[in-house]
C-alpha cells in the first residue's frame, strides 16, 4: 500500500486489558482504569492485528494490565505469528506457569519479558501488593527459558528499590536473560500520583549509574543491560515513543488508538477506535496522530535546537502535564525555560518523607490521599 506523509509504522503496543493481579504505584496505565466490559473481544483484535500486518507492523508488544489474563492470548498471538508478526509478550509474569508458556509458545510467540518490582522478595511485595509474587515470577521466567524462549527481565527503578539495582543484575544472570532493562519510572498517570513516594535523590541515581555502567563493562556479550534515565534528572529529554506518531503507536483495552500511553491527558485531541476505523486510515489521517508528527508543530527552543529531529522536542504529555501546553519544549530539557522548577520538584520531594502508595486499582485514583 502506499501513504503519502508519514512513514509506515512498525511498531503497536496492544493494551489488551487494564485487569492485572498486581497493584503498583507507578503503573503506566490510565487513573481511570477500563473495567471488563469495556474490553473488545476476540473478532476485534484479530481484525486489527490483521490490518496491522497488512500495514508492515513488524512487532506487536501484548501489555495490559496482565495480558494473560486474556482467555484468547493464544488465538491472539497466532493471528500475529501467522502473518509474521514478531510478538513480545509483557507480563507481570504471576500466574504465568510451564503449561501456559508452552501453549503460547506453540500459538508462535517470539519474547517474553517479565517484570520485577524488587530484586528481593519482600520489596516485590510491598510495590505489587501480592504476597509471594515474587516466588511466581521466578517460576514463570524458569518456564520462559524452559521453553527456549527469550527472556528480558524489566525492572521498573525509583525510590524505593534503586539500591537493589546489583541484585537485580545477579537475578537477571541467574535467570539466563538475554536482556535486562534498569527503567527508571516515568512520571505519568499512577506515577504522577505517588511522585512524591517514587522520586530518587540524585545521589541514589549517581550510585545506580555507576553500578549500570560497571556492569555493562563486566558484562558484555552475556547480558545486555538497556537503562532508561529519570526524565527529572535528565540533560535532555527522551524521544517519547520514538517520536509522536513516527513508526509506533498504541491501542487501549477498548479499542482507542493513540500515539502514546498520555495521550488522553491531552484534552483537545481526540482519538478514534481502532475497531471501527481502519488501522492505514487512522495512521495516514487522525488529527490526533497529526497534532505532534514531526516538527513543524515545534516552538522555541525546539525549533532551532540540533537535537530536534533526535528527541522531537521530548514528550507531549510531560509537557502538557508540567507546561500546560502540549506544545511546549518537554520540561525535563535542560533548555526549557520550566527545567528549574522539576529540578526542584526532583529535589524536594527525594528529600522529603516517603508517603504512602497510592496502589493502583479501579476507583482508588477518586479516594482521598
Ligand atoms: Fe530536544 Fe527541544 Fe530540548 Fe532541543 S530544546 S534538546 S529539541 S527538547
Ligand atoms: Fe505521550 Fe510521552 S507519554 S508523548
Given amino acids: 500500500m502506499s501513504l503519502a506523509g508519514p512513514g509506515l509504522p512498525i511498531?503497536?503496543?496492544?493494551?489488551?486489558?487494564?485487569?492485572?493481579?498486581?497493584?503498583?504505584?507507578?503503573?503506566?496505565?490510565?487513573?481511570?482504569?477500563?473495567?471488563?466490559?469495556?474490553?473488545?473481544g476476540t473478532d476485534d483484535w484479530v481484525s486489527i492485528f490483521r490490518q496491522a500486518a497488512d500495514l508492515g507492523i513488524l512487532q506487536v508488544h501484548l501489555s495490559g494490565g496482565e495480558p494473560t489474563l486474556r482467555r484468547d492470548l493464544p488465538t491472539l498471538i497466532e493471528t500475529l505469528a501467522a502473518r509474521g508478526v514478531y510478538t513480545n509478550l509483557i507480563t507481570a509474569g504471576v500466574?504465568?506457569?510451564?503449561p501456559l508458556v508452552e501453549t503460547l509458545r506453540a500459538a508462535g510467540l517470539d519474547h517474553v519479558q517479565i517484570s520485577f518490582q524488587g530484586a528481593r522478595p519482600e520489596t516485590t511485595e510491598l510495590i505489587g501488593r501480592l504476597k509471594g509474587a515474587h516466588e511466581r515470577k521466578l517460576?514463570?521466567?524458569?518456564?520462559?527459558?524452559?521453553?527456549?524462549?527469550?527472556?528480558t527481565v524489566n525492572a521498573p527503578i525509583h525510590r524505593h528499590n534503586i539500591d537493589e539495582v546489583?541484585?537485580?543484575?545477579?537475578?537477571?544472570?541467574?535467570?539466563?536473560?538475554?536482556?535486562?532493562?534498569?527503567?527508571?519510572?516515568?512520571?505519568?498517570?499512577?506515577?504522577l500520583l505517588n511522585r512524591a513516594t517514587l522520586m530518587p535523590s540524585r545521589a541514589a541515581l549517581e550510585r545506580q549509574i555507576a553500578v549500570v555502567e560497571a556492569a555493562r563493562?563486566?558484562?558484555?556479550?552475556?547480558?545486555?543491560?538497556?537503562?532508561?534515565?529519570?526524565?527529572?534528572?535528565a540533560r535532555y529529554p527522551k524521544a517519547c515513543m520514538g517520536g509522536w506518531a513516527r513508526d509506533a503507536f498504541m491501542i487501549t483495552p477498548d479499542g482507542t488508538a493513540m500515539p502514546c500511553h498520555g495521550a488522553a491527558s491531552i484534552p483537545h485531541l481526540v482519538f478514534d477506535n481502532a475497531a471501527r476505523v481502519?488501522?492505514?486510515?487512522?495512521?495516514?489521517?487522525?488529527?490526533?496522530?497529526e497534532a505532534y508528527r514531526g516538527t513543524a508543530w515545534m516552538k522555541e527552543p525546539c525549533r532551532s535546537c540540533d537535537r530536534r529531529e533526535i528527541d522531537f522536542g521530548g514528550c507531549?504529555?510531560?509537557?502538557?502535564?508540567?507546561?500546560?501546553?502540549?506544545?511546549?519544549?518537554?520540561?525535563?530539557?535542560?533548555?526549557?525555560?520550566?527545567?528549574?522548577r522539576i529540578n526542584a520538584i526532583a529535589r524536594d520531594e527525594a528529600q522529603g518523607e516517603a508517603p504512602p502508595f497510592r496502589y493502583r486499582r479501579i476507583g482508588a485514583a477518586r479516594e482521598p490521599a
Avoid at 18 to 40: I, V
Wanted: charged share 20%; with cysteine; proline share 6%.
Fill in 11 to 40: 511498531g503497536i503496543l496492544a493494551e489488551l486489558t487494564h485487569r492485572c493481579t498486581l497493584q503498583c504505584a507507578y503503573c503506566s496505565n490510565p487513573l481511570e482504569l477500563l473495567k471488563a466490559d469495556r474490553e473488545l
Fill in 316 to 340: 507531549r504529555c510531560q509537557a502538557m502535564m508540567l507546561a500546560g501546553d502540549a506544545a511546549a519544549t518537554d520540561p525535563a530539557c535542560s533548555l526549557s525555560p520550566l527545567n528549574d
Fill in 139 to 151: 517460576a514463570a521466567a524458569r518456564a520462559v527459558r524452559d521453553a527456549g524462549l527469550p527472556l
Fill in 166 to 191: 546489583e541484585l537485580f543484575i545477579e537475578l537477571a544472570l541467574e535467570l539466563g536473560a538475554e536482556r535486562l532493562e534498569i527503567a527508571n519510572v516515568q512520571y505519568y498517570g499512577w506515577a
Fill in 95 to 98: 500466574g504465568v506457569d510451564a
Fill in 278 to 289: 481502519p488501522l492505514a486510515d487512522i495512521w495516514a489521517r487522525s488529527p490526533a496522530f
Fill in 217 to 233: 563493562e563486566r558484562l558484555r556479550g552475556v547480558l545486555a543491560i538497556d537503562f532508561v534515565a529519570p526524565d527529572y534528572y
